[in-house]
């Protein structure tokens, strides 16, 4: 079609919008926040007519590539270190795509403007190409890496593993809750908006320098869709701002969605990019040069900071908190640390880091070894089985940390650990920010005003509760972490897999029983609880009990 | 744009490495264990499509242990079985408890019977780009060839005014439903297949929409006096479309997804949509020198009968089937028939003058209705329903 036609094309389909006269739409889902209708620009101006040939036109290619890779068996190419990591990676992810499908009509009726439907309804049919595409990846990995164990059980790993149920947010903070805060604030300003460069450019290219050059492929036809997304979300924020009423949730919304998603995708896509690779090129970025430029210069400086003079409260104070997590504190350090300390509740083998690793990281985190070395030189001693126990159950100077009962990443960063009694129950929280989401942000009201359609926070969100008291081999079985043999782990700590050098179900039955850190917080004296959070701000970094000393 | 004069920073690549992790290489547990374990397929062998389907919309009743993390304000998150009053096996088993010590199982895969649905058509994202890319590609050559053939030159007057205003005012409904209806739905039901299925049906609504719009954009271009803003007017104010358009803001309505989809794709579709579409305009068009509109009627026509009715039906014959609940969801079925076959019958007796507009004069509006109650009843016995007497009136 000419550029004219398409003009012409997406100012008929216009036409097709038209209000009700006789019953309105059902309304499902509600929301705190006030339009005004006013006649609106579709912004996405896509026209099925050539989006469908589009899309198959990108199909074509990325089908192509999975052929060709295929063909020239990229797989011997491939860095296992990395290919692990996808077992994760690639578990998580269909759901937050799919959700994200889920999660248009959210608006549809809390944002009375049908000229913003059309683009919210092909959002929905492309996330789930995002979805299907994705799952069909991971089916190539299992058929063709080396190791299929992991992502032959993916999705039950995903769901009852307590890394999935972090992932988990990423989707589940989509589709439920205030219709606004969820579908728009936290899916499309700040998901999409922030952290899918980090998830679908940074990561692409860590996995084409592991050899992996079909993510890629698939990951940048995912991308090529979101700035169409990006432009529905802007479209529905410049209308919550054009009322005065709004600015109030508006603020609430954008300090949870952005602490929320710093706290989940850094964590994870940053442990991916820094631990997952074998590439440790000097030059090569690292997940926080990536981070300085992906978000806080693209997203904050450019996109986010340019909407003040439009009424919005930006989180600057919050934006710099995430930045000194990443660069002073550690965070992605400490969270890559403790997935190894737990690989044994894991689905995925996780690779020592060596002498070349350790200078890269010198290199790009100066004083990173005296802070994190010695403990993976440990990791590294105590990998294959040999009459010792996993790496967490010896003496390597590391305090299994409490959960945090927001994000549920742990309270790695130790300093910054706060407890308050909520709703009955003692919670730990890896910051005072997750604190005021939990104890602020998700009530029914906020700030004296009443927000009746806010989310809730639910479920079982300490992993560890759920297996308090059960001896290690069972936990791993009733999560189904088990390969063909029947005993034999799917999660390793090292990429050997001679059978000899496995860990088994035998070996978890020797080890000292799960016990869970928030039970055992609850069952404390207000005494002991106090002299155990004054402890536990003491310890750190590296998990270093307080006494150790300071690096 | 970059200054040429720039210094170019140098980039190292990173070289490949031989690393043989490829499939086969070794041996060791799990090394041939290359299928996803964590569902049964519907047939002996896993589907392409199962395999980029089942399970990816979670169930706290499989192997969810932590259970829904964020729900509305009402404490419920997820996709909770009640947003239907339908039920299939196994749907009032208490959801698993889970606490201190309890260990994360739920029941044993499937846990009930929603998650039995499997789309017949197996759309997935290749699947449904490469249909629909076919549908709109072609249609695009049909316009075109009868554009160069000058065929719209052929039309009467009154034709012309029938295809300006009435088949211009299908595309409402379509969109309509297509959005309000369908994509709505996609957030409701308890499992990917269902919901996915459902969104697939929403594009085809909404593709099938503009199909219709772009469709009367060439017709303003081509025809001298063809107002392309006639079916805006007749869809708001023209008596004989305000019997469909009550009809289809009602079905938009409804609360519950499963009689959404339902009154939609077994009632509406096949009383209304097919009696205007299949009994009035393909039928009427020859007559009248147009071999052009039903090209583009026929691909809406193919998506409801060929695919988004194949999928309904299998979806519904598992619930009227069903080994626990056949009996009550043939009971609520039956009200829905009750409530929504007069509706639709009336709308499609309100169409009535239509078929006396053309020169050349389709078959009888009573034979078509006839014909749309024939198929209709066919729909049903599929189902295993009972034909509602108020199909009589
Ligand atoms: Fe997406
Ligand atoms: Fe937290």
């Known amino acids: ?551 | 744009m970059t200054d040429v004069q720039e210094t170019v920073q140098e980039r190292s690549f990173p070289k490949p490495v031989f690393t043989d992790a490829e499939a086969g290489a070794k041996e060791f547990p799990d090394s041939t264990a290359r299928r996803y374990n964590y569902y049964e397929p519907a047939k002996r062998k896993q589907s392409h499509y199962e395999d980029v389907t089942v399970e990816v919309q979670p169930d706290p009743r499989h192997y969810l242990s932590q259970g829904w993390l964020y729900g509305f304000a009402d404490g419920k998150g997820g996709y909770p079985l009640e947003w239907t009053a339908l039920k299939a096996w196994g749907s009032d088993r208490p959801l698993p408890e889970r606490g201190p010590g309890s260990g994360g199982k739920g029941y044993d895969w499937p846990a009930h019977g929603w998650h039995e649905f499997r789309d017949p058509n197996e759309e997935w994202e290749l699947t449904l780009y490469r249909y629909n890319a076919n549908v709109v590609r072609q249609m695009t050559q049909n316009i075109q060839v009868a554009r160069q053939a000058k065929a719209f030159e052929q039309w009467n007057p009154n034709w012309i005014r029938f295809v300006e205003q009435h088949v211009g005012a299908w595309m409402h409904p379509e969109h309509g439903l297509g959005l309000y209806l369908f994509a709505n739905a996609n957030r409701r039901a308890p499992t990917n297949m269902h919901n996915n299925a459902i969104s697939v049906n929403s594009m085809h609504k909404i593709r099938f929409a503009q199909d219709l719009a772009l469709y009367n954009l060439t017709l303003s271009e081509e025809i001298d006096g063809f107002d392309g803003a006639a079916h805006v007017e007749t869809w708001n104010s023209d008596p004989t479309w305000q019997g469909v358009r009550r009809t289809a803001e009602a079905l938009t309505g409804i609360d519950d997804w499963c009689e959404a989809i339902f009154a939609a794709n077994v009632i509406f579709e096949p009383l209304v949509g097919e009696l205007f579409r299949s009994n009035l305009v393909q039928q009427a068009a020859a007559g009248n020198g147009d071999f052009v509109t039903p090209t583009v009627v026929g691909a809406g026509e193919y998506d409801y009968a060929q695919r988004d009715l194949r999928y309904t039906r299998a979806m519904f014959q598992l619930l009227t089937s069903d080994r626990e609940f056949a009996e009550h969801n043939k009971s609520i079925m039956a009200q829905w028939l009750s409530n929504w076959v007069p509706q639709c019958l009336d709308a499609a007796r309100t169409l009535q003058p239509l078929w006396s507009l053309p020169d050349s004069k389709p078959p009888r509006f009573e034979d078509g209705l006839d014909r749309a109650k024939n198929r209709f009843q066919g729909i049903l016995s599929d189902l295993d329903l009972q034909v509602p007497e108020e199909l009589a009136q």
Request: hydrophobic share 35%; with cysteine; net charge negative.
């Open chain 1, 1 to 551: 079609m000419s550029r004219q036609s398409v003009a012409a094309a997406h100012k008929k389909i216009q036409e097709l919008s038209w209000e009700p006269m006789y019953h309105e739409p059902v309304k499902h889902y509600g929301t705190d926040y006030t339009f005004q209708k006013a006649q609106k620009r579709d912004p996405l101006k896509q026209v099925l007519r050539s989006y469908f040939p589009m899309q198959e036109e990108k199909d074509h290619r990325v089908y192509g590539a999975s052929d060709g890779a295929i063909r020239g068996n990229m797989f011997r190419q491939v860095q296992e270190r990395w290919m692990e990591w996808q077992k994760l990676f690639l578990s998580i992810i269909p759901l937050p795509e799919i959700s994200a499908a889920r999660a248009m009509p959210l608006l549809f009726r809390t944002v009375p403007n049908p000229e913003l439907h059309n683009g919210q309804a092909i959002q929905m049919i492309d996330e789930v190409r995002h979805s299907t595409i994705q799952q069909n990846l991971k089916r190539l990995y299992m058929n063709n890496y080396i190791d299929p164990a992991g992502f032959n059980n993916s999705l039950r790993n995903f769901q009852s593993d307590y890394c999935g149920t972090i992932g988990r947010q990423f989707a589940e903070g989509f589709i439920t809750g205030d219709a606004i805060t969820a579908a728009s604030i936290y899916l499309t300003i700040v998901a999409e908006t922030a952290f899918t460069n980090t998830l679908f450019v940074a990561m692409p290219a860590e996995a084409a320098a592991n050899g992996d050059y079909l993510l890629p492929t698939v990951f940048h036809s995912v991308q090529s869709d979101e700035s169409r997304h990006i432009s529905n979300g802007y479209a529905t924020l410049l209308m919550a701002l054009s009322d005065e009423s709004n600015h109030q949730l508006l603020e609430r919304d954008l300090r949870y969605a952005w602490w929320n998603n710093h706290r989940v995708v850094d964590a994870a896509i940053g442990t991916f990019i820094e631990y997952g690779t074998k590439d440790r090129r000097k030059d090569r970025e690292s997940y926080a040069e990536m981070w300085r430029r992906w978000i806080y210069d693209d997203y904050y400086r450019s996109y986010l900071v340019p909407l003040e003079k439009y009424g919005l409260v930006i989180p600057h104070d919050l934006i710099e908190e995430a930045w000194n997590q990443i660069w002073n504190k550690g965070y992605v350090h400490e969270v890559a640390q403790f997935f190894a300390t737990g690989w044994l509740a894991n689905y995925w083998r996780i690779d020592a880091m060596t002498d070349k690793d350790f200078e890269w990281f010198e290199h790009k985190y100066p004083g990173w070894y005296n802070k994190y070395g010695k403990w993976w030189e440990n990791y590294n001693r105590l990998a294959t089985p040999n009459g010792h126990n996993p790496i967490v159950f010896e003496d390597v100077d590391y305090v299994y940390p409490h959960r945090c009962w927001t994000c549920m990443v742990p309270c790695l960063v130790r300093e910054d650990m706060v407890m308050a009694e909520v709703d009955g129950q003692w919670r730990t929280y890896c910051h005072e920010m997750c604190k005021w989401t939990d104890e602020t942000a998700f009530r029914p009201t906020y700030m004296g005003r009443e927000t009746p359609n806010m989310g809730k926070l639910i479920g079982k969100r300490e992993w560890e509760t759920l297996y308090h008291e059960w001896n290690w081999a069972d936990v791993v079985s009733d999560m189904g972490f088990v390969r063909d043999d029947g005993k034999t782990m799917v999660a390793q700590p090292h990429l050997n897999l001679d059978p000899k050098k496995m860990w088994t179900l035998d070996h978890m039955r020797r080890c000292p029983p799960l016990l869970s850190p928030n039970v055992l917080l609850n069952q404390m004296s207000a005494e002991d609880r106090d002299a155990f959070h004054a402890d536990y701000i003491k310890q750190g970094p590296a998990g270093r009990s307080s006494g150790s000393p300071k690096p």
